[in-house]
């Protein structure tokens, strides 16, 4: 009999999610998004997955990761996806059409929770499994599961960070490409093309954004715009590795970087790396970001956003570093980006991104391609 290929948790610590469940008083947690089921049973439902076609058919079939408080685990997904695979769940249950979905749900629901029993759900359980649930939990003994989960999270397997920071390297690598082949007239949209085709070639398995503007534009969409003299060039870029994300930004000018915009640029970059100097296990977010707005001050600046980073993993901002998470202690396997940015006179955002592993004893940087603004010089 041929062996089965396995498809397993990378960071899931299940007995995390147990001491979590039982401070909440849950009697079992519901999980929904492609995230979470991916990540407490290894079934490849991202978009970014290797083959992204079970994320595809999630509207007629979906999959579902049931957790009770003891632990076990329930997977419940499509019939095709099982053949010669194996899951990191306990016990798996297959269909084969969206009625096979719904009968699959309700009675693992019905056989697995008493009649007191309280439920953790997802904020973003689509309306469909809220209406199968109605009759079998009611609302007043359920709750959301968001930040349980997240926690769980935060602390990232040394494979998650293997994979995080090969997301990393494979952006380096293409905006380093990028800024060689850089040249007054290219098109926005020609250039993002480039950036998610190097990201692929050079081992994304998907891409998290291109976050590419020309000047003071709109990066958050798309424009046609042809590269023209005396313009800051964005390059704000992530790749996904696995499930796992990258993010990262570097400046490049076409023409003489002007004094104004390089003195705010090397101050950014201070700026951010004396914040970083505060990073290590048991400080709080709340110091660290303090540090970064007395540094702001110290300069006679102001921050652009509301927050001096967020932590990274399976999606490209999980926790903000910002007043309303203060509490957050950093603890060693968290992965988080630092980005600070302050906007110049004619509307450009300027500053610098790196990424950090938290240690034992302090943190190491992911991010090494250098932070100098690039000169376009064709």
């Known amino acids: 009999m041929m062996t089965p290929v396995r498809f397993l948790p990378l960071g899931f610590d299940k007995d995390k999610l147990i001491r979590l469940m039982a401070e909440h008083k849950l009697d079992a947690v519901l999980l929904t998004s492609p995230e979470h089921v991916f990540y407490t049973t290894g079934f490849p439902a991202l978009f970014s997955s290797g083959n992204p076609i079970l994320y595809g058919l999630r509207n007629v079939l979906p999959f579902f990761a049931f957790i009770t408080r003891q632990g076990h685990v329930t997977l419940m997904c499509w019939g095709g996806a099982v053949t010669g695979v194996e899951y990191g769940a306990d016990s798996v249950l297959t269909y084969a059409d969206i009625a096979g979905a719904e ?3 309700t ?24 209406k199968l649930l109605d009759g079998i939990v009611p609302s007043e003994r359920m709750m959301l599961a968001d930040d349980l989960m997240m926690q769980v999270r935060l602390i990232k397997s040394a494979a998650e960070v293997a994979l995080l920071e090969k997301s990393i390297n494979v952006v380096e690598r ?8 850089m040249h007054l007239g290219i098109r926005r949209p020609a250039l993002m093309q480039a950036a998610k085709a190097g990201m692929l070639q050079h081992g994304a ?32 870029l992530g790749a996904i590795v696995d499930g796992y994300y990258s993010d990262n930004r570097r400046l490049m000018y076409t023409g003489s970087i002007p004094e104004g915009i390089a003195t705010l640029h090397r101050t950014m970059c201070a700026i951010l790396s004396e914040t970083a100097s505060a990073l290590k296990p048991g400080a709080t977010f709340g110091h660290v970001y303090d540090k970064a707005m007395a540094l702001y001050d110290r300069h006679h600046l102001k921050p652009f956003i509301p927050n001096i980073g967020h932590t990274i993993g399976m999606q490209v901002e999980e926790v903000w570093i910002y007043e309303g998470t203060r509490d957050v202690v950093f603890q060693a396997g968290m992965v988080l980006n630092l980005e600070m940015y302050a906007q110049y006179e004619t509307g450009e955002l300027i500053g610098d991104e790196e990424t950090y592993v938290i240690t034992e004893t302090g943190y190491r940087q992911l991010t090494h391609l250098p932070t100098a603004i690039r000169t376009v010089t064709r």
């Not at 293409?174 to 082949?181: K, N």
């Open 103 to 105: 009968q699959a749900l």
């Open 107 to 130: 009675g693992v629901l019905r056989d697995q929770l008493g009649a007191e029993a309280r439920l953790g759900i997802e904020s973003s359980a689509p309306y469909t499994v809220l």
């Open 174 to 181: 293409t905006v380093a490409e990028l800024m060689a082949a």
């Open 205 to 236: 398995s998907g891409i998290s954004h291109v976050t590419i503007s020309f000047g003071a534009s709109n990066p958050e969409v798309e424009i046609d715009e042809a590269l023209e003299a005396d313009k800051l060039v964005t390059l704000d």
